[in-house]
């Protein structure tokens, strides 16, 4: 079981109030109407799998309802952090933007 600190209510929470919201800062096409459809395709279906750092999004379902990012070793399930989103995202730069 997973422990998340979320950011907005500021308080330490079970996974089970929690609801998984898929990988994090998915990089969107730049121009969408020249984009073709394999481009889009990768876009809307295609996901890491890694076996260690993960950015994924989760959902504060029975609490805040907010979205925040959470950094999760996907073998050992330990938690790096809790984020908002903009947060999350100045810590993923940071990181260059990879586990």
Partial sequence: MFV???????EERE???FAYGGEAFIARP???DTTDDAAWGDYLFMRKNPKGWH???WSHATGCRKFIVVKRHTATHAIAGAWTLAEGRKV?????GAA
Avoid: L, Q
Avoid at 4 to 10: A, E, I, K, L, V
Avoid at 92 to 96: I, R, S
């Fill in 15 to 17: 996974e089970e109030e």
């Fill in 4 to 10: 998340f600190r979320c950011p907005f209510c500021h």
């Fill in 92 to 96: 993923y730069d940071a990181e260059g």
């Fill in 55 to 57: 950015w994924e999004m």
């Fill in 30 to 32: 730049e121009d969408p």
